[in-house]
């Protein structure tokens, strides 16, 4: 035999089936469905008005407020080493305030430091002034045209332990006040002193205290401010007026 056998002879198929049953062509046809039908949906969902791909409303976590933000009920994480010394800076619109912070009342230095590193007390102004007394200054509702109202009893939702150190209440003293109740002191706010003050020796924590002479300089050019949510005065100004007030553009604590 002068060649090899190859089988029977097929016989040819009559068209369309010839094509339909073609393997390559029937792959090729086969793609190109595909990629027309997914070129159909994709225009359907660009002209429609639904987007199938859009989460539901429900879903979405509402972002937090300002108010929650600057709320730590669980108290300020630790951020200091209580062994060593530190500087406050507070950058004012009127100048700087340093003030050296005690080493001995840690609880009270590492809650400074801790609002101060997470902004809370930028944009808070100094909401009570009397040359007499003291400036006060550290509630977050008391921002120059915010949204709350500012009632001088604004907090990061926790106290501190009254802690006894070596200062004293005299001139220049960085004081954090008592609360009512309980024997501990406030979580934010704090009192810069204008004059010695023994009466509440062993109930409040002096923390720091203004050393730099242009601090001191700063701080005795202040006039008395109050709003008239801290006042009863017959001639207080209805609203809250902060356009002369002094106010916190952030707060820096450093080692010493």
């Known amino acids: 035999m002068s060649g090899s056998y190859s089988g029977p002879a097929q016989t040819k198929l009559p068209f369309p089936l010839n094509i339909l049953l073609n393997q390559k062509f029937f792959y090729t ?3 190109v469905l595909m990629i027309a039908s997914m070129g159909a949906v994709g225009l359907s969902n660009f002209g429609g008005g639904n987007d199938p791909g859009a989460p539901d409303v429900s879903d979405v976590t509402p972002a937090p407020t300002a108010v929650d933000l600057l709320s730590w009920p669980e108290g300020p994480a630790p951020v200091i080493d209580a062994t060593k010394p530190y500087v406050a800076t507070i950058t004012t619109n ?3 305030i340093i003030i050296e912070l005690a080493t001995d009342v840690p609880s009270a230095v590492n809650s400074f430091a801790f609002l101060a590193g997470n902004g809370f007390y930028d944009g808070t102004a100094f909401f009570y002034v009397d040359r007499e007394y003291a400036a006060q200054a550290g509630d977050p509702d008391c921002v120059v045209d915010g949204d709350a109202f500012c009632s001088g009893t604004g907090s990061p939702d926790y106290t501190l332990p009254f802690e006894a150190g070596r200062l004293k209440h005299e001139q220049w003293s960085v004081v954090a006040p008592y609360v009512v109740e309980g024997d501990e002191v406030h979580g934010s706010q704090f009192r810069i002193l ?7 020796d062993g109930t409040e924590t002096v923390f720091g205290r203004v050393v730099d002479a242009e601090s001191r300089e700063l701080l005795s050019s202040l006039q008395n401010f109050s709003l008239c949510s ?3 005065a017959s001639d207080c100004v209805a609203g809250q007026d902060f356009s002369t007030a002094i106010v916190i553009e952030k707060v820096t604590v450093q080692p010493a």
């Open 94 to 96: 009127k100048g700087d």
């Open 230 to 232: 801290q006042t009863d």
């Open 29 to 31: 046809f086969f793609i």
């Open 194 to 200: 204008f004059g010695d003050d023994s009466r509440l």
